[in-house]
Each structure stands twice: as C-alpha cells, then as structure tokens.
C-alpha cells in the first residue's frame, strides 16, 4: 500500500497542543505516513483576512485526508476589530473556517461517538432507588448532518429589500412587520431531501454494522413542521431499507431530559446540523467531557478527524500544557478505522481504556479541577504524560 500523506492542522489555542500528541501515538502504534502542515486559524484571519486559506484547501484536494486540532471564533465585532489595519474596510468578512472547509469537501456527514472508558471518575452515575448507584455504560455514535440547517451561512442583518419582501409574503412574518430593518436579523434553517437521507442511511448502515437494534431521529417537528418534518419524512423512508432496525423519534428538548435519564438504551442518534451539535457534546458530558469527545467529517473523497472541544486559548501557553489529549488521539483512531486500520485503532483505544481503568494517570478535567498551573500540586498528569502512559501500554 502506498504511504498515506496526512494534512495535519492544528488551528488554534490547544489544537497546537493535542495534535502533536496524537503523532506521537500514531508513531508508536506503527502507523506510517507523512504529515504536511495546513495553515487554519485566527492568525490568518488577521494577517490574511481568510482562516481558511486556498494553500490549506489545496493539500486537502491533493491528499484526502486530514487531523485538524481546534479553532478560535469570534463574534463579527470582534473579528472586525481584529482585522490587520491594511484590510479592514475591503469587503472581508469572518466565517468559521471549519464550516468553511465542511461546505466546500461537502463533508456532509459527521460522525460523533460518545462511549464510556470503564473507570472514568467522570462517567455519568445514576442514583438506585433502594439506595446505592449504577453506572450505565454509554456507547452512542450522534450521527450530525454537516453542512446544512442553521450552520449554512445563509444570514442577514438588516434584510435587503428583495429579501424582506420574500419573508413578507407569509403570513407568520406579519409579526414582524414593524420592525425597522436594522433591527431585524435573520439566519435561515436549510434542510434538504438529499442530504437528510444520506445522514440518515449513515446512521442506519453504522447501527448495521454494530449490532445497534435501533436508530433515534431527533428533531422537532411539531414545532419546526417544514425542515424537522423533512428530515423525519427522509429518515422514515430509509428505515424501510432496514426492518432489522427500528427507528425511534424524539424531540430534541426531551431527549436532553431522556440521556440523562436511561443513556444506555440509546445508540445511534440522528440530527440535523445544529440539534447534532447539541446532542453530541449532551452525551459526551455522559462519558467525560470534550476531552473524550472526537469526531469524524466525512465526505465523499475527503475526511477530516478532529476533536469536538474549542481552541480554550487560555490554556495555550501554560507550561507544561494541562490539557487532556486523549479526544485528539481518539479523532485519530477514527481516522485509522477510516483509512482500513481497525486493529491499529483498535489498540489504541484499548492502550486508552487501560490508562483510564488504572486510575494513575489523570489530567486535571480527570480530577474535577478547574485549569490552571496549579493543577500539578494536586495530582494533575499533564498533556505529554497522558500520551506517554498511553504509549506506555502500546
């Protein structure tokens, strides 16, 4: 097999600490490749006026595959304040470019797993009713469509006219017919037939694949009866592909209330974009944080890797770093199971689970601390020490 070329990114704050930590894991696990390095982030945005620039989508059309670390975004105030002086006033305008490079790659489909490590102290616990406790295992794959809903990008402050005309046309919008334009923003939600059934075949084929004995929709479309009721309708016709599997229906607020409630009768779990979003990083509270939430953004020729946490820039330069990497390392065995090498991932994650099981070796979100230097006088293990007890085990 030909060597693999890899366009890693490490983007902003922690990205610049975690990603280097998951080559070394790649490294020690035998994984051979070479890695070029992809420019993504705030510095180019200011420096350039583009976070996302054309040198970093090219290595990405040439080699297929890339590790991206963490963004930071800012509001448009903020990013506008922070533009270099020689562009500001020259049309330039701030999009995430994660988002970004989802819509360009149509990596349409993102896949979030949020499974439990056995002995985690920040696994999710459940009272008994005759006393004592439980803890549920959790193994749930959020499957989030990816570039749609109300992360399209399609917004406006200030509508112009023809715009606002085509709002006044129904009837709803009556409500809103007063308010001064300036005063008026609006973010349009975009679901469409084809990209709803192929995250919904994603999601049916995966449980397929794993055993799961059942796939949740979860949306709101007694609320939101055009777009969340597409996105049902979609997902009620790819379910007739699959009568080994069924298919449940949840509303997004119920099912915040449900995870935390009975998490391990669930296992794969579909959303549009935003809802995706937000179930996602619900369940991964349930087995550890974001510092065990990775994720896949696949499409049909590139895939990209990377842990669902932000850039947390106040971390960035603490020395040595406090963060925990095992998210990074974990959006890169989805990268090997991506790439045909399952048994690789394989020990990885189990290398991973036996850190965890054995209780030595903890970041300081581990031992419920809030972050800071002072995090290794109470027992923290920092970034490298966390990687070298997992390479320890490999």
Request: glycine share 10%.
């Amino acid at each position: 097999m030909a060597k693999r070329t890899i366009v890693t990114m490490p983007g902003d704050g922690i990205g610049k600490v975690v990603l280097p930590e998951s080559l070394r894991v790649l490294k020690v696990v035998g994984f051979d490749a070479d890695y070029v390095h992809g420019d993504i982030g705030w510095d180019f945005w200011i420096k350039e006026g583009n976070a996302l620039p054309q040198r970093t989508i090219d290595l990405l059309e040439k080699h297929k595959i890339g590790l991206f670390g963490a963004i930071t975004s800012k509001s448009k105030d903020k990013a506008d304040a922070e533009l270099s002086a020689g562009l500001k006033g020259k049309g330039y305008t701030y999009f995430s470019p994660i988002v970004t490079m989802r819509q360009h790659f149509n990596l349409d489909v993102c896949i979030r797993p949020c499974i439990s490590f056995p002995g985690n102290p920040l696994n999710f616990i459940r009272k008994q009713p005759g006393g004592g406790s439980e803890e549920p295992r959790v193994n749930v794959a959020v499957f989030r469509q990816n570039t749609e809903g109300l992360y399209a990008g399609v917004e406006w402050t200030n509508p112009p006219e023809p715009v606002r005309k085509a709002f006044e046309s129904h009837k709803k919008f009556a409500a809103f017919k007063n308010v001064p334009p300036s005063d008026l923003s609006v973010s349009l939600r975009i679901i469409t037939r084809e990209a709803s059934r192929r995250i919904c075949h994603a999601g049916f084929e995966y449980a397929k694949k794993f055993g799961f004995k059942s796939v949740t929709i979860c949306e709101k479309p007694n609320v939101l009866r055009e777009t969340s009721g597409m996105f049902t309708e979609e997902a009620k016709r790819v379910a007739r592909d699959f009568p080994g599997i069924a298919l449940w229906e949840t509303n997004i607020d119920a099912q915040m209330m449900w995870l935390t409630k009975n998490p391990e009768d669930y296992g794969v779990v579909v959303c549009s974009n935003m809802f995706g979003d937000i179930a996602s990083d619900a369940f991964a509270g349930l087995v550890g944080g974001l510092g065990f939430a990775c994720s896949a953004n696949l499409g049909e020729e590139v895939a990209v890797f990377e842990p669902t946490h932000g850039s947390a820039p106040k971390y960035e330069n603490l020395n040595p770093p406090i963060v925990n990497p095992i998210a990074m390392i974990l959006s890169a065995c989805m990268m090997l199971d991506h790439l045909g090498e399952e048994a690789k991932a394989k020990r990885i994650r189990d290398a991973i689970a036996a850190v965890v099981a054995g209780g030595k070796v903890r970041t300081y979100d581990m031992l419920r601390l809030t972050g800071g230097p002072d995090v290794f006088s109470k027992g923290a293990a920092n970034s490298a020490q966390m990687t070298d007890a997992i390479m320890a085990q490999l």
